[in-house]
């Protein structure tokens, strides 16, 4: 079983940065943990993912370059640090768990058993 609960969103300025974190427990050592967004009326989108034990990181062609997802193992929490954000950043972003599959689609939802209730991030001047 693992628990994750997302924090960190909020109403920004196009420009302002913004680091997300994702609070997990249980046991997830050989889990990966990813970031997915939703805006409203859209399909759920992977952002990245990174493997826990190793530190590990993947990420969707968008992300490449103003997305950063990092992790602490002493406070059991990873992040998601995003650069100069974007009206089009807007959206509810999700962290989930999945444990590891060499041959699973780790970019898709369905890789994912255990999902945070999300925040919502809000891009508005």
């Known amino acids: 079983q693992v628990d994750l609960v997302e924090s960190g969103g909020g109403l920004v300025q196009p420009g302002a940065s913004l680091r997300l974190s994702c609070a997990v427990s249980?046991?997830?050592?050989?889990?990966?943990i990813a970031w997915f967004r939703q805006p409203p009326g859209k399909e759920r989108e992977f952002v990245g993912a990174?493997?826990?034990?190793?530190?590990?990181?993947v990420y969707n062609q968008f992300a490449k370059g103003r997305f950063t997802i990092t992790r602490d193992m002493d406070k059991n929490t990873i992040y998601l640090q995003i650069w100069s954000l974007l009206p089009d950043d807007a959206a509810v972003y999700y962290c989930?768990?999945?444990?590891?599959?060499?041959?699973?689609?780790?970019?898709?939802?369905?890789?994912?058993?255990?999902w945070g209730q999300g925040t919502q991030v809000t891009v508005s001047s």
């Open positions: 990174i493997r826990w034990s190793s530190g590990g990181t």
């Open positions: 989930a768990a999945g444990l590891i599959d060499y041959y699973g689609d780790y970019d898709l939802p369905s890789y994912y058993a255990y």
């Open positions: 249980g046991s997830f050592s050989n889990y990966v």
